[in-house]
């Protein structure tokens, strides 16, 4: 069983940015593409960015595209979200998650992810 943990979350001012990292149990995070979510108040999780096992593939949301950078450190067993330019509607929880297989393009829906992380809390100010 894959667990995940995000960090990083906190309040930031718009404009400001943020950078959330999510760490694993396994022993590498090698084998796997990782993807990042978010969730607001009444609304549905929704995609953010991902990236492929290699580091060589991302995916991004419209919404976050030329803001949010997605990378991997695989020696260090960690993926990262580094947010730029945030919006008051970057506001929501943040969640790390694993897809069930390895895919390009890479998997977009959160029914596609089987490992999720608890979630960190991100609060952009106005």
């Known amino acids: 069983q894959v667990q995940l943990v995000e960090s990083g979350g906190g309040l930031v001012q718009a404009g400001g940015s943020l950078r959330l990292s999510c760490a694993a149990n396994?022993?590498?995070?090698?084998?796997?593409?990782v993807g990042w979510f978010r969730q607001a108040p009444g609304k549905e999780r929704e995609f953010v960015a991902a990236?492929?096992?290699?580091?060589?593939?991302?995916y991004y949301a419209d919404s976050v595209k030329g803001r949010f950078t997605i990378s991997r450190d695989n020696a260090k067993n960690t993926v990262s979200l580094q947010m730029s330019s945030l919006k008051p509607e970057d506001t929501a929880i943040y969640y790390c998650?694993?897809?069930?297989?390895?895919?390009?393009?890479?998997?977009?829906?959160?029914?596609?992810?089987?490992?999720w992380g608890q979630g960190t809390q991100v609060t952009v100010s106005s």
């Open positions: 990236i492929t096992w290699s580091g060589s593939s991302t």
């Open positions: 396994v022993p590498t995070l090698n084998p796997y593409s």
């Open positions: 998650a694993i897809p069930w297989k390895e895919s390009v393009p890479l998997l977009s829906q959160p029914s596609e992810y089987i490992y």
